[in-house]
């Protein structure tokens, strides 16, 4: 009956919450129905489940379920155990776990809720543009599949589309303001250029600067120090004395005489010098480092700079050519989303004739529905407008909500090639005749075989239709819960027939029903 490779929570533990100390459930896939007296504590269990998956918050000591979901490895950085399990432990603080690894709520949220969906009133998901359009071109494709590569040729174009149009509102801006900054890089480029650095300029002025710093004192150092050359024939004079070769001390004093020599000569160098010029020198490059950082990256500026006045004198040339691709990309994608609009506007009337179909099953006004043009995304140009019987979905009941939502998903699974994971519904079928409740029973039966669904309900219809039935009930001031066998969900549905006084007609008809539903 189900799909193989089910998304499911196969079993859930809770402990310590709220009138519960203990409860192991045990899951089936298909629809699985908890039913029993108000403030039993069913929806407490529910809000437990949706807990330990990040999805709400409680107090529990513990909230744990064990999952058939393969997760992506690579995008979660969490490794698949043989079955997953999703973990809220409550002691100071709040904690969740996913197979042991410490998760915050919102990545555990993020993990869990693409497998599991809670419909509450909040959620409009099913009637955003994107996902009626899903289920209309799913439609489609079955008798034309050639609207695959139809809609992937458009969304190729459509993100070429909006790339050169960016680049066009870039340049448009640019340009705006082109003969401001072109001067500001003429400017900058002149600056530099004036100064016109050179690669370690700056350290070599400095050494200058220091030569002309210590020059006289040195000088007068070297002319004292030459004294010793006065003295030079006694040392040699008496090394011949004592028999000892003189031409260690001989070439000692050639190297002393030739190093004052050389710098003699550097100081002689600088006599033409102007000292003035740098100081002055030094102070130019000193303001290009303290604006640029070094005179490399002075230099590397001027150069980005110059790219940049090159860039603006040629821009009119690169927005003419932007302009004409921009025209071409603007025709494709209006070609293919004509193409793509003239086969939805196909599907629509048999896709309108299909939900009201399901909602006269569910005892619901005729919805109607329309293919509006509106502005370009990256599925085409249309929006499905929906409403029933002319009253905007913001308008119309809870149940109808609720019916009309079941519907739309009812639509979806028809053409659904895997299993989609839980759904998870509060009571659906709250207020609803017996009829209304019988229909919906119906549409989640067939749901079923797509979704394990979790639904709570207060109808003997829907109650009948479970493929797992769970009764909560209070012992005392504590909460159980308790899977119930053919004969136990006879007695509990005439109990939700006929109340605690459970009368012979009540059990006939409650087991009329489950036998009918098998």
Not at 2 to 9: N, P
Not at 161 to 176: D, F, T, Y
Not at 282 to 311: H, M, N, T
Request: include cysteine; aromatic fraction near 8%; charged fraction near 35%.
């Amino acid at each position: 009956m189900y799909y193989k490779g089910v998304k499911m929570i196969e079993r859930f533990y809770l402990k310590d919450y709220l009138s519960f100390k203990e409860a192991e459930l045990e899951l089936s896939s298909g629809l699985v129905v908890f039913t029993g007296p108000s403030g039993s504590g069913k929806s407490i269990l529910m809000e437990s489940i949706l807990s330990s998956l990040g999805s709400a918050t409680c107090d529990a000591t513990l909230c744990e379920s064990s999952v058939t979901w393969d997760l992506d490895e690579e995008a979660t950085g969490i490794v698949n155990d043989d079955i997953n399990v999703f973990k809220h432990i409550k002691k100071e603080k709040s904690r969740y776990f996913i197979n042991k690894q410490s998760l915050s709520r919102k990545a555990i949220q993020n993990v869990a809720s693409q497998y599991v969906r809670h419909l509450s009133l909040k959620d409009f998901s099913d009637f955003e543009n994107d996902n009626l359009l899903e289920i209309v071109d799913t439609r489609i494709a079955t008798k034309t599949p050639d609207i695959l590569d139809l809609k992937e040729r458009y969304r190729q174009s459509y993100i070429e589309h909006n790339a050169v149009k960016k680049e066009l509102e870039l340049i448009r801006e640019e340009e705006k303001k082109i003969i401001e900054l072109k001067e500001f890089a003429a400017f900058e480029i002149k600056k530099i250029e004036d100064i016109n650095p050179q690669e370690q300029e700056d350290e070599e002025l400095l050494e200058i600067k220091k030569a002309l710093s210590r020059k006289e004192k040195v000088q007068e150092s070297i002319q004292s120090a030459n004294e010793i050359f006065n003295y030079e024939h006694f040392v040699s004079t008496a090394l011949e004395s004592l028999d000892i070769d003189s031409s260690f001390f001989d070439d000692a004093m050639n190297e002393l005489r030739a190093r004052f020599e050389s710098a003699e000569e550097k100081f002689d160098a600088l006599e033409s010098v102007d000292v003035e010029e740098v100081l002055n020198r030094i102070e130019e490059i000193s303001g290009l480092k303290r604006r640029y950082g070094s005179i490399e990256e002075a230099l590397s500026y001027k150069e980005q700079k110059k790219l940049e006045l090159a860039k603006y004198e040629n821009i009119e040339v690169e927005k003419g050519d932007l302009e004409l691709r921009y025209k071409v990309l603007s025709e494709n994608i209006k070609g293919l989303a004509d193409e793509i609009t003239q086969l939805r506007s196909s599907e629509m009337v048999v896709f309108e004739k299909d939900l009201n179909t399901y909602l006269k099953d569910l005892y619901l006004r005729d919805a109607n529905i329309s293919l509006v043009e509106g502005d370009y995304s990256s599925l085409g140009k249309d929006y499905v407008s929906i409403s029933l019987n002319e009253t905007e979905l913001s308008k119309i009941s809870t149940g109808e909500f609720n019916r009309l939502r079941l519907a739309i998903l009812a639509l979806k699974s028809e053409h659904m090639n895997q299993n989609g994971g839980v759904l998870m519904l509060d009571e659906i079928d709250a207020n609803l005749s017996g009829e209304e409740s019988m229909s919906v029973a119906k549409v989640l039966r067939k749901l079923a075989h797509h979704f394990q669904i979790f639904v709570i309900s207060h109808q003997p219809q829907l109650t009948s239709m479970g493929d797992q039935h769970f009764l909560v009930y209070k012992d005392g001031n504590i909460s159980h819960t308790k899977e119930l066998n053919f004969n136990e969900r006879v007695d509990e549905i005439a109990r939700i027939i006929s109340g605690d006084s459970i009368s012979k007609e009540a059990k006939k008809f409650a087991k009329e029903l489950l036998e009918a539903n098998k």
